[in-house]
């Protein structure tokens, strides 16, 4: 009730469908934006539908928030100044170093 009281709005950000005979599988990532907050969570979803009745059932949904939001991000490798050192582009971009003054530890 609490979650509803925030009032999400979801964006799937990811999708993978798998389908079958009579049935469909939907798995993927999506990520709620809080209306009432302005927070945002990232979650892994699946949905397992079925065709029953002439018409598409939910028959499984499940939902879980994306582990990062209780771990948190994995930590950068420490950097070490070093004169005269050459830095990769990727490594000025990625970890914010400049050029001749920096290594991966």
Known sequence: VSFLQKKPQGEILESNVTIGHNWCQDAGIYEFTMGAT?????????????????????????????????????????????????????QKTFFGVSEDTAVLA
């Open 38 to 90: 302005g927070d945002k969570v990232k979650g892994r979803y699946s949905f397992v539908y079925v065709w029953e009745d002439n018409q598409w059932k939910i028959s499984h949904h499940h939902s879980s928030v994306m582990p990062e939001a209780f771990l948190g991000s994995a930590p950068k490798p420490e950097i070490k100044r070093v004169e005269g050192a050459k830095v990769t582009a990727a």
